[in-house]
């Protein structure tokens, strides 16, 4: 099945600091979406992003489908950003069920 | 847009004893749900998924099974709980083709 690596595994930030993740995955995608998972655990959904490039406030997001990787910026970072970043893609040739395979996850500290 | 419902929140169960987490889909029809498990540490895996009513698919071999009664509701089961089984599990559902997967808020399920 298709693979998906994400770095760095952590990062330690200073508010008010920019940060790149990245998101490296083994095969063509039909679908690929970045989370935050917050303290209490739910996965909230930042960007559907399959290509492209996306902005929403201060986290910005850019899928190179061709060279399958993808990146999540965040600008100015605050001490709510924290917690783990997801990366999760739906490989081609999946029929209808259009599962999602996930990274491990960034886990994002940033210190007031 | 969709939203995914889980309870309880928390749980605590003895070895042995049987499982039944529910998650219900509100505001679409038909969709495709999803349960993953998130054990300790940071990956989540893909545990049973459901294109229609009473089609459900296994990912992984193991102590727990899934139903789908209706439409928009997913089940989680087990007859006899084990101490792996412990970990926070998460529903989700995804409409067609080229929309996001959406997740509910987890199940945190503790076994003694």
């Known amino acids: 099945g298709i693979q998906v690596e994400q770095s760095p595994p952590d990062l330690i930030l200073q508010e008010g600091a920019n940060s790149t993740l990245r998101c490296n995955f083994s095969?063509?995608?039909?679908?690929l979406q970045w989370f935050h998972q917050n303290p209490w655990g739910q996965l909230i959904n930042l960007f559907y992003?399959?290509?492209g490039t996306k902005q929403n406030g201060r986290l910005s997001a850019t899928t190179v489908a061709t060279e399958r990787y993808s990146l999540l910026y965040i600008s100015s970072s605050q001490t709510t950003d924290s917690g783990v970043y997801f990366c999760?893609?739906?490989?081609?040739?999946?029929?209808?069920?259009?599962?999602?395979?996930f990274g491990k996850g960034t886990l994002l500290t940033v210190n007031p | 847009s969709q939203t995914i419902h889980q309870w309880p929140a928390t749980l605590v169960q003895p070895v042995g004893s049987p499982l039944s987490l529910e998650c219900t889909v509100e505001?679409?029809?038909?969709?495709?749900l999803y349960w993953y498990r998130q054990a300790a540490g940071r990956g989540l895996q893909l545990l049973f998924y459901s294109v229609g009513i009473g089609q459900i698919s296994s990912e992984v071999p193991q102590n727990l099974s899934a139903s789908r009664p209706q439409d928009r509701q997913f089940i989680l089961s087990s007859k006899k709980l084990l101490l792996s089984d412990s970990g926070f599990y998460l529903c989700?559902?995804?409409?067609?083709?080229?929309?996001?997967?959406?997740f509910g808020p987890g199940t945190r399920l503790t076994v003694l």
């Open positions: 989700a559902g995804k409409k067609g083709a080229y929309n996001e997967q959406f």
């Open positions: 992003i399959p290509s």
């Open positions: 999760a893609v739906e490989g081609r040739g999946g029929g209808s069920n259009y599962k999602l395979t």
């Open positions: 095969d063509s995608v039909n679908n």
């Open positions: 505001g679409t029809s038909n969709p495709n």
